[in-house]
């Protein structure tokens, strides 16, 4: 079984000044980047076993039902199959970037919104999306429902939790003025919420969540009420690819059959999840024990359904959609460079 181990911070110093635009110093509620201590190293590329290629996978944050493709892939032997000996780390800062831009990792998972600020800045990270692994953004805003937010418009006076991003701000006023509201009305306090449900009990009115998990968990809570609404459905030119699998641009290049096979075992894995969502949530928590299996289970239920969506297939990335994510940060203000069309992706390694 493989672990997740947590990189030394000292190992992503050299992309530091590579991401200097990337803002935001903390995440959506559930976004935990706490990490297993240990002292191992990885040796990304180098196999373990002469036969197999050794690939080093970054994870975003701590297993969920996001990776569940990947740990199906792992523990019914599809990597094995493909030739590749796969193992799991664990970013510090929860973007996958930082690990695989170095050469630290072959793969790992980012998000399309995040990785607009080194895409658009002059010394790029070199990394590529080769597949997405929701076909649509699953974020939104999650309130108690005693509050009665049906909409944007009606967290005027409220206390939303924000992490002071350009994009999450500039998402959050589109979405609030867009329904008839004023941003300004919307009390923004300061504050990282790690846990939404202790963060809608303190005090906190509205919440932005990935509803796969934490919208998940806050309706598994039978103490606290919610109500929720997707940024997607007030917002169609934010519907980003969150989150995306990502590769090094130098790993793909010299190892196309590698990263094919290695696309295709994680592609088998997540097809897996789409057709028999209960047994892949007992692999994961197979895999990963200390997690909640009524949390996996009813997680997986809604996310295995948002894998594919209306898409021909897995993974795939539409040219349009992407680009009009990166169009509209730049003309939010967002970005100061305009990124080029279809950059940092690609559907070549789908199979």
Not at 9 to 33: E, R, W, Y
Not at 44 to 54: S, Y
Not at 198 to 227: F, H, M, P, Q
Not at 322 to 351: A, C, H, P, S
Request: glycine share 8%.
């Amino acid at each position: 079984m493989k672990r997740i181990f947590a990189i030394a911070s000292i190992a992503v110093l050299a992309i530091t000044a590579a991401s200097c635009g990337k803002s935001g110093n903390t995440a959506p509620a559930g976004s935990d980047t706490s990490t297993t201590e240990s002292t191992a190293t990885s040796n990304a590329g180098e196999a373990k076993n002469d036969n197999l290629t050794h690939i080093t996978f970054a994870l975003d944050w701590t297993p969920n039902t996001n990776h569940t493709g990947l740990y199906v892939a792992d523990e019914l032997g599809y990597f094995e199959e493909a030739g590749l000996d796969v193992e799991f780390v664990q970013a510090s800062s929860g973007y996958g970037s930082e690990l695989v831009g170095v050469g630290q990792a072959e793969f790992g998972i980012d998000f399309q919104d995040s990785l607009a600020y080194t895409f658009a800045s002059d010394n790029p990270i070199p990394v590529t999306a080769v597949a997405a692994i929701t076909q649509h953004n699953t974020g939104g805003i999650i309130t108690r429902a005693d509050s009665n937010v049906q909409s944007p418009k009606d967290l005027m006076g409220l206390h939303y939790a924000t992490w002071d991003d350009p994009m999450e701000q500039a998402v959050m006023k589109y979405c609030v003025e867009n329904d008839g509201g004023d941003f300004s009305k919307v009390i923004c306090d300061p504050v990282s919420v790690d846990d939404a449900i202790a963060g809608l009990n303190s005090g906190l009115d509205a919440i932005w969540v990935y509803y796969g998990w934490d919208g998940i968990r806050c309706k598994l809570d039978e103490s606290t009420e919610t109500n929720f609404f997707y940024f997607r459905d007030y917002l169609p030119e934010f519907d980003e690819y969150s989150p995306v699998l990502i590769a090094n641009n130098d790993f793909i290049e010299e190892n196309p059959d590698a990263a094919k096979a290695f696309v295709s075992a994680v592609k088998k894995g997540y097809e897996y999840a789409i057709d028999q969502p209960a047994k892949a949530a007992d692999l994961l928590c197979k895999a990963v024990p200390e997690l909640d299996p009524a949390l996996v289970g009813a997680s997986q239920a809604y996310i295995s359904e948002e894998y594919r969506s209306d898409a021909d297939t897995w993974g795939v990335i539409d040219a349009d959609r992407w680009n009009r994510v990166y169009d509209w940060m730049y003309d939010q203000g967002i970005l100061e460079k305009e990124i080029e069309d279809n950059f940092g992706f690609t559907n070549d390694y789908l199979q």
